[in-house]
């Protein structure tokens, strides 16, 4: 009988496979109470010039920020700043006064005034009604209009993130806030509630209150030092073909630029991810540093969805998943088919980023690419599968 490989080899002989099958680069961390207990990576950071990826290889997070931005904004709430039960305009006034788009069975739509506020809730579980900028319907349509607008008044990524979602308080919200699920701008709003209560940037909390007392030296909105020549490069895959593209976000990160989304926008490395992410999967201390309480990410990590807000919710990818403030949250691991635990938690990122926290373990995976598409469901699905297979 042949015996089951020792500890991560199934897991690097993947990520080989990945990179042999189509994927430029990839990389791939696992840790367990502060302790890594693996380090793969194989491919390039750049075709062309054949620079591979490294331990030093900088990528963009993109919606892995959410868990950053969400994560810090619970650690004001554990401070007594907010309640998750405050209306947003407690903070932001803008948002006193918000209008709803009806549509009727006759497919008619009209605009009315919201029958109640958005809680700070609504925009962790993103229940605000405020979707990302894309299709058709009349919210998305008028939020298009609105970055136009700031666009022409500040410049591109030349404001702020509370000029921007003061901005978007004027958008009809798709629903009632906390009626539906709806992917978009709540951590946004989560980001200018940290602006308005802290006093600080951003930027500035998150790397007084995060980064620097984790020592996540290579990660931030903008360029310092060498990050711009570590940063991966990203590709588009299409039938067969792998060809070099300019990120569309990438002018956010020029040192000019103001805008600190809540939404996107951070760029790390696995090793300052997962100092990160094995932070939270360990009660919140880091090397003997506690950043936030435990039950705060127990709180964290509770699906926070109705039954109503979950059919908004899933899919494959998301199967046995529910959602919790900022990051999905493992309800049912025969519905998800995952050999994780009940409430281990993370989140993903547009381009390929993903990460994963199992507190019950002290565990966390992380692991990132860069293409367009990213191919979320059969990359992630299948790293989560190998390295929680290889723990002892």
């Known amino acids: 009988m042949e015996m089951h490989m020792a500890n991560f080899e199934y897991l690097d002989s993947l990520l080989k496979e990945f990179t042999v099958n189509g994927l430029p680069g990839c990389s791939c ?3 367990k109470e502060g302790n890594t207990l693996f380090e793969g990576y194989h491919g390039y950071a750049d075709i062309e010039t054949q620079k591979p990826i490294t331990r030093e290889t900088v990528f963009r997070l993109y919606s892995m920020t959410k868990v950053v931005i969400c994560t810090a904004a619970m650690m004001l709430y554990e401070r ?15 948002y006193r006064r918000r209008n709803v788009v009806d549509v009727q069975r006759n497919g008619g739509v009209s605009v009315r005034e919201a029958k109640a506020p958005a809680l700070i809730k609504h925009a962790f579980t993103m229940a605000v009604g405020l979707p990302y900028p894309y299709g ?8 298009r209009e609105i970055n136009d607008e700031l666009e022409a008044r500040f410049g591109k990524g030349m404001y702020s993130v509370v000029d921007e979602v003061k901005a978007l308080a004027a958008a009809p919200a798709a629903f009632e806030a906390g009626s539906h699920f709806l992917y978009g701008y709540g951590h946004d709003i989560v980001a200018a509630l940290i602006q308005v209560i802290s006093g600080k940037s951003v930027w ?15 990660t931030g909105y903008r360029y ?6 570590r940063m991966v490069s990203l590709y588009n895959r299409d039938n067969g073909e792998v060809n070099k593209i300019i990120d ?29 992410t094995q932070m ?22 509770q699906n926070h969805l109705t039954r109503n807000q979950l059919r908004d919710f899933g899919g494959v990818y998301l199967a046995g998943y529910g959602y919790g403030l900022g990051v999905r949250t493992m309800m049912d691991i025969a519905a998800g088919g995952s050999n994780t635990s009940v409430g281990e938690f993370g989140w993903t990122g547009l381009l390929g980023t993903w990460a994963s926290i199992d507190p019950s373990e002290g565990v966390s995976a992380v692991y990132m690419h860069q293409t367009l598409p990213s191919l979320e469901e059969y990359y992630h699905l299948r790293v989560r599968a190998a390295a929680y297979g290889g723990l002892k």
């Open 224 to 229: 310092f030092g060498d990050i711009r020549e």
């Open 248 to 276: 569309k976000r990438d002018h956010l990160h020029e040192p000019d630029a103001k805008l600190e989304s809540g939404g996107a926008g951070l760029f790390s490395t696995i090793g300052d991810y997962l100092k990160f």
């Open 280 to 301: 939270l999967a360990n009660g919140g201390i880091y090397s003997g540093r506690r950043i936030i309480g435990r039950k705060t990410i127990d709180l964290m990590r």
């Open 204 to 218: 500035d909390f998150l790397r007084e209150e995060i980064f620097e007392p984790l020592g996540m030296d290579n």
């Open 29 to 31: 961390a696992v840790a």
């Open 136 to 143: 058709d319907t009349p919210t998305a349509q008028a939020i």
């Open 80 to 94: 007594g700043a907010f309640l998750l039960s405050d209306p947003i305009y407690d903070y932001i006034p803008e």
